[in-house]
């Protein structure tokens, strides 16, 4: 059985992705697809340069939200608020991107960078940042095909035996 949300917990979702993130959602329920993230690091940094950050699961819109997370996990300070994207969320650079086009400790950046791209970016309305070599991409999950080819095969047996 599924637990049921309190309306603040529904609210609190609603806040977390914005309304083209919400569209996205629905549009992929209702054609039975998935978003999957293909593709590769091509470590050209552009997602270095201008990258959201989340923090207790939802994408930073103030700055003050930020200085929280800078008090609580220090080693957030290596990021500076640069903009705001098309859904109105904070924009941030990394000070520790080098020249050559690497983080200076590559082997032991943080989770957020080691996990970009996450599929939660695409569900805020965001997008990979324009020639990174990662991608999203809708796909019908293997469940559904094996689901429909299953329907169909259940379909012709009923029509062979006259049921």
């Not at 549009?27 to 552009?46: A, D, F, S």
């Not at 800078?70 to 705001?84: A, L």
């Not at 098309?86 to 941030?92: E, M, N």
């Not at 599929?119 to 469940?143: D, H, M, Q």
Request: with cysteine; charged share 30%.
């Amino acid at each position: 059985m599924m637990d049921k949300k309190s309306l603040y917990d529904v609210l609190a979702d609603f806040r977390k992705y914005s309304l083209l993130g919400w569209i996205r959602f629905f549009h992929l329920k209702l054609r039975r697809k998935k978003v999957v993230i293909e593709g590769n690091c091509l470590m050209c940094g552009r997602c270095c340069r201008r990258i959201c950050l989340e923090a207790n699961g939802r994408w930073l819109r103030k700055e003050k939200e930020f200085y929280r997370v800078v008090e609580k996990h220090p080693e957030y300070s290596r990021f500076t608020v640069v903009g705001r994207d098309s859904q109105g969320f904070l924009l941030f650079s990394c000070s520790w991107f080098t020249t050559a086009g690497i983080c200076k400790d590559h082997e032991n950046r943080l989770p957020i960078c080691r996990n970009f791209p996450d599929t939660n970016l695409y569900f805020t309305g965001g997008e990979v940042p324009v020639k990174c070599g990662y991608l999203f991409r809708e796909i019908t999950s293997f469940a559904t095909v094996l689901k429909k080819e299953l329907d169909i095969l259940d379909e012709k047996k009923k029509k062979n035996t006259g049921n």
